[in-house]
């Protein structure tokens, strides 16, 4: 017997959450509020998915679109060797999403990383600062907005204390 | 700005910086330390001085030019990282390279990791003093890349993993370099083990030093040889093979404690297992007929006929060619001209050579896979090397997303080292194999 996909089991247990599923090129996916990402994240922790690992975090900007930033997550289970991919919508206005770090310990990184590349705020963060740039740089450099070749100001040196 | 640590530490404690510039913190990392005497009260890490837009570039880039810039991330495995990124794409396109490219890659992958566990250790056991057995790990490295550049032209910056197989097919005088790379790679593993397995100095620094249970490994999204060391047995060859891994025999070898030297021992015991497979494929390629590049016309003279009437005789390519003549195309490279650089041949002596040639060069042409995002990962040198691209249907990736695998395991290096000497840091960020270039990307 064949084994029921994850975004099957998910759409019969929270049909109203689930606001669409896909499997482009066999990668499981489903699309969610971000309300309910905390939710989903503990539910798909659990066994017997077993989604313990939290592989990969991005963000998309699809400038011009209604809903502007998309925030992208990969989770793998070890025991049941499956991958599953949640994406959320983030608009502009209200970039803001609460953050896995209860959950997952490299999502502290992770989620820096996504603040200082895109400005994407994570609420229940316990340090969000700018992980690569640094301090006093100024706008977001992986938004499509920003041009390639953009100039920073010239950051002033350093008092001693 | 002030930070965290800065904010938390207690006003009796020293505070004192770790790099950025420390011959230890190699791929140049800051560790600010909170200390009481020698032992670390609490760190905080300062990454990013080696990032250099490798995202941002790669969405400027067309899907063949960026190829280049994918070497550059993992440094001492670049073909891994080439491969990673082409195997991503050909998921995109839904092609496939023909089986004798496929183990080409294999033995190329694993030979780069053999070369990444050697530094990785080469590193990790220098800064321990062990200036021998580092010599020892650089010598094997040598005979290792000896055999990269023979047949891909370069050491580190190698581009050589192409979408739609390889660049150029095996080097017909490979075997004799091959075999003493392997042979001296065997004599190492012995001697190394001989040097470091008892010694004491060794075992101090490394026995019980910074244990990962396998819990916080998951947690921390460790993969790789380090959450092996945990003894988790996930290996991205194994669960999700690629290429031709299910045709070839090889063990995961675990460690039990998730202490420094069962990193080490996992990397160590990868490399026999490399080694092996690097045997066992090196079979399924049977050497290629000698190359026919000496005894064709000059190209200028190829191209002068060709002015008159379609020239059908074989031209001799610069070395720099090599491998990579028409009739090895099929062998190599997969069939359709979309997804391929045409033979250089065709593109100077006949007409639809050259429109191929434009066709996939000119800008908004070439490679255009459809609209979507895929994601797909390869067992690098140091874990998982996973792509995230989003195409949105031009020769152009809109968003390429790159999962480091050292990302990951350096995140934890903070909590590692809590409660430690600081001594015991240097052992321990060796054997996280940190590489700026991908961490910082």
Redesign the interface.
């Given at each position: 017997m064949e084994k029921k996909k994850i975004t099957e089991i998910l759409k019969e247990k929270f049909p109203e959450k689930i606001k669409e599923t896909s499997a482009?090129?066999g990668?499981e996916t489903v699309v969610i509020d971000r309300d309910f990402l905390l939710e989903l994240s503990k539910f798909l922790m659990k066994e017997p998915y077993a989604y313990?690992?939290?592989?990969?975090l991005?963000c998309?900007?699809y400038l011009g679109d209604d809903v502007r930033f998309e925030m992208?997550y990969?989770l793998f289970s070890?025991t049941n060797?499956d991958?599953v991919?949640i994406k959320v919508r983030l608009s502009e206005k209200d970039l803001k999403i609460n953050s896995l770090t209860p959950l997952?310990?490299?999502a502290?990184?992770?989620e820096r990383e996504a603040y200082d590349?895109f400005g994407v705020h994570f609420e229940g963060h316990p340090?969000l600062?700018?992980?690569?740039?640094?301090?006093?740089f100024e706008g977001y450099?992986?938004r499509k907005d920003?041009p390639?070749r953009k100039r920073q100001p010239i950051i002033p040196i350093r008092k001693k204390e | 700005m002030t930070y965290r640590i800065q904010k938390e530490a207690k006003k009796e404690s020293m505070l004192i910086n770790m790099g950025p510039s420390h011959p230890a913190m190699h791929g140049t990392i800051r560790i600010m330390l909170e200390l009481d005497g020698e032992r670390v009260l609490n760190a905080e890490l300062e990454v990013g001085y080696l990032h250099r837009g490798f995202e941002k570039t790669c969405e400027h880039k067309t899907y063949f030019n960026l190829l280049p810039y994918t070497d550059r991330l993992n440094y001492v495995s670049p073909l891994i990282n080439n491969l990673g990124y082409v195997m991503t794409m050909e998921k995109m396109l839904g092609i496939e390279a023909p089986e004798r490219a496929q183990f080409i890659r294999v033995i190329m992958s694993e030979l780069s990791r053999v070369s990444d566990h050697l530094t990785a250790l080469a590193a990790m056991t220098m800064e321990c003093g062990a200036f021998t057995a580092f010599l020892y790990y650089i010598q094997a490295r040598e005979e290792i890349w000896k055999v990269i550049e023979q047949t891909t032209g370069a050491r580190m910056t190698t581009s050589y993993i192409r979408i739609g197989g390889v660049r150029a097919d095996l080097h017909p005088e490979i075997d004799p370099l091959l075999d003493k790379a392997i042979a001296v790679n065997r004599a190492l593993l012995k001697d190394c083990h001989g040097l470091l397995d008892k010694n004491k100095i060794w075992l101090n620094r490394t026995k019980d030093v910074a244990v990962v249970s396998p819990e916080m490994a998951i947690n921390y999204g460790f993969t790789g040889p380090c959450l092996r060391a945990s003894g988790v047995s996930y290996d991205v060859r194994k669960a999700h093979p690629y290429c031709t891994y299910d045709q070839v025999r090889f063990e995961i070898p675990l460690g039990d404690n998730g202490d420094n030297f069962d990193r080490y021992m996992v990397r160590m015991k990868e490399m026999e297992q490399s080694l092996k497979i690097i045997e066992q494929a090196r079979k399924k390629v049977p050497l290629s007929p000698p190359s026919v590049l000496t005894d064709g016309i000059e190209p200028a003279e190829a191209i002068k006929a060709s002015r008159v009437k379609k020239t059908e005789a074989k031209i001799t390519l610069s070395p720099n060619l090599e491998g990579s003549e028409k009739e090895v195309y099929p062998r190599i490279l997969t069939k359709g001209k979309k997804y391929i650089v045409p033979p250089k041949e065709d593109t100077y002596t006949n007409i639809e050579g050259l429109i191929n040639h434009f066709k996939f060069f000119m800008g908004g042409h070439g490679i255009r896979p459809q609209k979507g995002d895929v994601y797909f990962s390869v067992e690098g040198g140091s874990g998982e090397v996973g792509y995230y691209i989003v195409s949105d249907g031009t020769d152009k990736p809109y968003r390429l997303h790159l999962r480091g695998p050292c990302f990951h395991i350096v995140a934890a290096l903070e909590e590692m080292i809590r409660g430690h000497y600081i001594a015991d840091i240097i052992p321990t960020f060796g054997g996280l194999n940190m590489i700026g270039g991908e961490l910082d990307r």
């Open positions: 482009q090129f990668d313990t690992m939290l592989l990969d991005a998309v900007d992208v990969h070890i060797n991958r991919r997952w310990k490299n502290n990184w992770l590349m340090y600062v700018r992980l690569f740039m640094y301090d006093g450099p992986l920003y390639l | -």
